[in-house]
């Protein structure tokens, strides 16, 4: 005797389109999950590690700079090498302040390696200056990255740096929150350099090459730098933020 079931396939039906459901619903869960744990690294786990990574740095050039000389019995600060500002003419800069002695330009150091301390005291920033800006070599490791062929800090010209505004320590996170006469200090072998802030460029070009010459001024926007030689430092990143459509420029002049 046959028996016929109405609606078993219809049933059947459901019960494979449910299954299909389903699987996209698990599908997308997996998806989200592996995104949020990408986005956890990228943002969390890069800044820890290079932030970890560039105040060991700071330290260990620190311990460099105030070894005992192998000439010496006892304990000194290593001196400065003699200055050779690379590519453009330079000129002996003045110190600090007015109370020491005029510092001479830093030399050129090695391909990216880390040579030099920059502070910002507003935003407690202490990190590494390295030469170089690639990416994967300096600034992600939590860097300020020296653009090549710019001046060294002390020098006449520009002493242009680059950094991550998010991610990767992010040191440049909030160099828009600094102001006129804030201090940008630069620490390079035992010698110290004081820049004050001037201006602030918020939104330019990755292409605007000006902001970064020996005398700094926007090819786009040429309003906005400056007009005469001068001993300048210049600090680039990112905008807006999670993004690498803009620069945010900031720049400074050596205290005399």
Known sequence: MRVVVQGGGRRGRRAGLAGVLWGAAELAVTVGVVVLLLVVHQVWWTNRQA???A???VRELERRWTLPSPL???PSVVPAPSASPPASPS???SGASARTSAPAPAATPARESAYGVLRIPRLD?????AEGVDKRAVLDKGYAGHYPGTAQPGAQGNFALAGHRNT???PFRYIN????????IVDVRGQRYTYVVGKTLGET??????VIAPVPRSTLRPDYGYGEPGAYITLTTCTPEYTSKYRLVVWGTLRR
């Open 55 to 57: 105040q060991e740095e």
């Open 91 to 93: 000129v002996p800069a």
């Open 205 to 210: 070009s990755e292409r605007d090459a000006g």
């Open 51 to 53: 932030l970890a990574s």
């Open 125 to 129: 920033v202490v990190v590494p200056v």
């Open 168 to 170: 990767h320590g992010e």
């Open 177 to 184: 929150r600094l102001r006129a006469g804030d201090e940008l």
């Open 72 to 74: 010496d019995s006892g």
